[in-house]
């Protein structure tokens, strides 16, 4: 088989909301240059599948039936010398934007709906457009079984007819992105979480968190509905809250801005500590919260104004509502209004003196109130509906926008008389209509609640999946590099102060200090006697520990070499040569680690330096690809050719994959 060249391979990349991938690989390696949405609409014959919503084409508005024959054949006539369609005639168009009536096939990484799933990947390889002769490396979640590998594997052969095709785990995928051969990776996705621990290029199956529920970017959603439902937002618009930059994650025990609350529990998590120093946990976020002033009411408790009800905030005006109930016209009456008070109130402070300094702005997590643009899918879906027609939806788009555009034409106003964008009839001007185009814009202000979308114990959640993870790695000297190694990835965890916020939680509820001393008393060895009444500290063996004359305390070289495997080599201890080795003889103190770390991302991809590594699975996937397809060319097995795949059928994968 001839050698694969870089411009011939296509990286796949599945997920539970976004599916990314690419043909070729570029000299220096991108983000992925296709980004499609995992979701799939059914298509009007039974068992096919649309990428789109298809909607029924309304170009004109409604019109009143014609009052006589000559009256309805001299309207045809026009619209036939227009060339516009006959009545009869019904156009359907696609609508990238909506998700109304959509199938997500992938849910908590796994594959739930595969005539869906098998749907998308198609229209992801028909989107590249790629050329013959082309291999497929496909990332794969870890939820999927080696069933369901084969499964992928059979399809991809007899679909696409490829000449190779190669299965990468997306931990693995990361841990090439990093460069690092030993790491803990935590994949934070829609629906979920995966932990795993990578050990010399290897995943750890055994002990491996797969599709960890009720902790992915969904429940950080559903975490912001559950504060602010009350004040009329829905789950569209906690999830753009989610996104934007207001948004933001406080370590626990930080006070909101302008309340008595703090961002996050907590939890007792060392009792000694909390006795003693009134800290909740150990480690050096418990420690910094030593001697705080009292933080006043816990969360969910009503105090002062809001709990009289006289909170300003009233709530977020359901909008679509009001258009689909036909109020429309009303609504935009009013807006009009308010717009002409500012412009007068604007106008009579012209005069106004100026204030000499300009006021410090504080940053996000000091104020108690801001603001964020949502784009209102739900509303634009509601005159969709109402079959306005092309011009009257745009028409009603200009007039509803708050965007820039808008306030930019707010501005060119000035003091002047403001020029109704609206006439009596609830229309706008056509050239204003004209200029703007896209989606619904609105201006929506949120409270310290933005800074609550971790309150469900998420980061607690995820945090004991880690330790769980690394505590179930065999190798008990490789724990201490993968508490060191942390690696925390995912679009689920793009979320201002998420990384943050969860090495603080580590830090809090796993960390111990080197100097506290109790890694040296902890466990005393049976062969160890109490101190013996000769003034010493130092306990004394009552067993012969073969010293000879090195006199090296026993407990501190267990300690320190626990910690430090390095130090101890493969046959056993040379200090103490009647000591077995490290490996089997003090396994306890892998369990809780003095440092937890994350892994630095790499500086030689200037593209990926732009936009984050959330998607460093793509980036290692890239990796693997030059390698197995072009350095390698298989090698080392890292792929399945179709002379392979001929002779062994899909169950030959597992001797492939990586």
Same mark, same amino acid.
């Given at each position: 088989?001839?050698?694969?060249?870089?411009?011939?391979?296509?990286?796949? =990349?599945?997920? &539970?909301?976004?599916?990314?991938?690419?043909?070729?690989?570029?000299?220096?390696?991108?983000?992925? /240059?296709?980004?499609? /949405?995992?979701?799939?609409?059914?298509?009007?014959?039974?068992?096919?599948?649309?990428?789109?919503?298809?909607?029924?084409?309304?170009?004109?508005?409604?019109?009143?039936?014609?009052?006589?024959?000559?009256?309805?054949?001299?309207?045809?006539?026009?619209?036939?010398?227009?060339?516009?369609?006959?009545?009869?005639?019904?156009?359907?168009?696609?609508?990238?934007?909506?998700?109304?009536?959509?199938?997500?096939?992938?849910?908590?990484?796994?594959?739930?709906?595969?005539?869906?799933?098998?749907?998308?990947?198609?229209?992801?390889?028909?989107?590249?457009?790629?050329?013959?002769?082309?291999?497929?490396?496909?990332?794969?979640?870890?939820?999927?079984?080696?069933?369901?590998?084969?499964?992928? +594997?059979?399809?991809?052969?007899?679909?696409?007819?490829?000449?190779?095709?190669?299965?990468?785990?997306?931990?693995?995928?990361?841990?090439?992105?990093?460069?690092?051969?030993?790491?803990?990776?935590?994949?934070?996705?829609?629906?979920?979480?995966?932990?795993?621990?990578?050990?010399?290029?290897?995943?750890?199956?055994?002990?491996?968190?797969?599709?960890?529920?009720?902790?992915? !970017?969904?429940?950080?959603?559903?975490?912001?509905?559950?504060?602010?439902?009350?004040?009329?937002? #829905?789950?569209?618009?906690?999830?753009?809250?989610?996104?934007?930059?207001?948004?933001?994650?406080?370590?626990?025990?930080?006070?909101?801005?302008?309340? @008595?609350?703090?961002?996050?529990?907590?939890?007792?998590?060392?009792?000694?500590?909390? =006795?003693?120093? @009134?800290?909740? @946990?150990?480690?050096?976020?418990?420690?910094?919260?030593?001697?705080?002033?009292?933080?006043?009411?816990?969360?969910?408790?009503?105090?002062?104004?809001?709990?009289?009800?006289?909170?300003?905030?009233?709530?977020?005006?359901?909008?679509?509502?009001?258009?689909?109930?036909?109020?429309?016209?009303?609504?935009?009456?009013?807006?009009?209004?308010?717009?002409?008070?500012?412009?007068?109130?604007?106008?009579?402070?012209?005069?106004?003196?100026?204030?000499?300094?300009?006021?410090?702005?504080?940053?996000? *997590?000091?104020?108690?109130?801001? +603001?964020?643009?949502?784009?209102?899918?739900?509303?634009?879906?509601?005159?969709?509906?109402? #079959?306005?027609? &092309?011009?009257?939806?745009?028409?009603?788009?200009?007039?509803?926008?708050?965007?820039?555009?808008?306030? *930019?034409?707010?501005?060119?106003? !000035?003091?002047?008389?403001?020029?109704?964008?609206?006439?009596?009839?609830?229309?706008?001007?056509?050239?204003?209509?004209?200029?703007? +185009?896209?989606?619904?814009? /609105?201006?929506?202000?949120?409270?310290?609640?933005?800074?609550?979308?971790? &309150?469900?114990?998420?980061? $607690?959640?995820?945090?004991?999946?880690?330790?769980?993870?690394?505590?179930?790695?065999? $190798?008990?000297?490789?724990?201490?590099?993968?508490?060191?190694?942390?690696?925390?990835?995912?679009? @689920?965890?793009?979320?201002?102060?998420?990384?943050?916020?969860?090495?603080?939680?580590?830090?809090?509820?796993?960390?111990?200090?080197?100097?506290?001393?109790?890694?040296?008393?902890?466990?005393?060895?049976? #062969?160890?006697?109490?101190?013996?009444?000769? !003034?010493?500290?130092?306990?004394?063996?009552?067993?012969?520990?073969?010293?000879?004359?090195?006199?090296? #305390?026993?407990?501190?070289?267990?300690?320190?070499?626990?910690?430090?495997?390095?130090?101890?080599?493969?046959?056993?201890?040379?200090?103490?040569?009647?000591?077995? *080795?490290?490996?089997?003889?003090?396994?306890?103190?892998?369990?809780?680690?003095?440092?937890?770390?994350?892994?630095?991302?790499?500086?030689?991809?200037?593209?990926?330096?732009?936009?984050?590594?959330?998607?460093?699975?793509?980036?290692?996937?890239?990796?693997?690809?030059?390698?197995?397809?072009?350095?390698?060319?298989?090698?080392?097995? !890292?792929?399945?050719?179709?002379?392979?795949?001929?002779?062994?059928?899909?169950?030959?994968?597992?001797?492939?994959?990586?």
């Amino acid at each position: 088989m001839p050698p694969f060249k870089d411009e011939q391979i296509i990286i796949i =990349a599945p997920g &539970s909301g976004t599916t990314v991938a690419q043909l070729g690989l570029p000299e220096s390696f991108t983000p992925p /240059r296709l980004r499609l /949405r995992s979701c799939m609409f059914p298509a009007e014959k039974e068992g096919e599948w649309e990428p789109y919503k298809v909607r029924r084409r309304m170009d004109k508005l409604p019109e009143r039936p014609p009052a006589t024959q000559e009256e309805a054949q001299e309207i045809n006539d026009m619209k036939k010398s227009l060339g516009e369609p006959d009545e009869d005639e019904i156009i359907y168009e696609e609508d990238t934007v909506s998700e109304e009536g959509a199938v997500w096939p992938i849910q908590e990484g796994k594959i739930v709906n595969w005539p869906c799933f098998f749907a998308l990947i198609t229209h992801v390889y028909n989107a590249m457009n790629p050329p013959f002769h082309t291999p497929i490396l496909l990332i794969a979640q870890p939820a999927w079984t080696p069933r369901e590998h084969e499964k992928l +594997t059979q399809f991809f052969f007899e679909k696409f007819k490829t000449p190779a095709f190669g299965l990468m785990d997306s931990a693995l995928a990361t841990s090439w992105a990093y460069g690092v051969h030993t790491s803990t990776v935590v994949d934070v996705g829609k629906g979920k979480v995966d932990v795993t621990a990578v050990s010399e290029f290897l995943p750890h199956i055994q002990g491996r968190v797969v599709a960890l529920a009720d902790c992915g !970017g969904e429940a950080l959603t559903q975490g912001l509905l559950a504060k602010l439902k009350s004040k009329g937002f #829905n789950r569209d618009m906690c999830e753009q809250l989610k996104k934007n930059a207001i948004c933001e994650i406080l370590p626990a025990g930080t006070p909101l801005p302008g309340t @008595g609350e703090v961002s996050g529990e907590d939890t007792v998590t060392n009792p000694a500590a909390a =006795a003693s120093t @009134g800290a909740p @946990g150990s480690g050096p976020a418990a420690a910094s919260a030593i001697g705080n002033a009292p933080r006043g009411p816990g969360a969910d408790t009503e105090v002062g104004d809001e709990a009289n009800g006289d909170d300003e905030n009233e709530g977020v005006l359901d909008v679509a509502s009001i258009v689909a109930g036909g109020k429309m016209n009303e609504y935009l009456a009013r807006k009009e209004k308010e717009k002409q008070e500012k412009a007068a109130a604007k106008k009579k402070g012209i005069e106004a003196p100026v204030p000499p300094t300009k006021p410090v702005r504080l940053p996000n *997590s000091k104020r108690e109130r801001a +603001t964020f643009m949502y784009e209102d899918h739900v509303l634009l879906d509601t005159l969709k509906n109402m #079959n306005l027609g &092309s011009k009257g939806i745009a028409e009603a788009q200009a007039a509803l926008d708050e965007g820039p555009q808008k306030k *930019s034409q707010d501005a060119q106003d !000035g003091t002047s008389e403001p020029k109704s964008a609206v006439d009596a009839h609830g229309s706008t001007d056509a050239a204003t209509s004209a200029s703007r +185009t896209g989606p619904i814009r /609105r201006e929506i202000e949120v409270g310290v609640e933005r800074f609550q979308a971790a &309150s469900g114990g998420v980061l $607690e959640t995820i945090a004991d999946a880690i330790h769980r993870t690394i505590s179930s790695v065999e $190798e008990v000297n490789k724990r201490s590099e993968l508490w060191d190694s942390l690696i925390i990835c995912g679009n @689920g965890s793009r979320i201002r102060g998420f990384k943050d916020a969860l090495m603080a939680v580590l830090q809090s509820k796993y960390l111990i200090s080197p100097s506290s001393a109790t890694i040296f008393t902890s466990e005393i060895p049976s #062969n160890i006697s109490t101190p013996a009444g000769t !003034g010493a500290n130092t306990p004394q063996p009552q067993l012969g520990l073969h010293g000879g004359s090195s006199q090296v #305390n026993p407990l501190l070289l267990a300690a320190t070499t626990a910690q430090n495997p390095h130090l101890m080599p493969p046959g056993g201890n040379p200090l103490l040569p009647g000591m077995p *080795s490290s490996h089997s003889t003090h396994s306890s103190h892998g369990q809780t680690p003095t440092s937890i770390k994350f892994v630095k991302p790499p500086e030689y991809f200037p593209e990926w330096k732009d936009v984050g590594y959330d998607e460093a699975a793509f980036l290692g996937a890239q990796v693997a690809a030059k390698v197995i397809f072009v350095v390698d060319q298989g090698q080392s097995k !890292g792929y399945m050719t179709r002379p392979d795949y001929n002779d062994q059928g899909p169950t030959g994968i597992h001797d492939y994959s990586l």
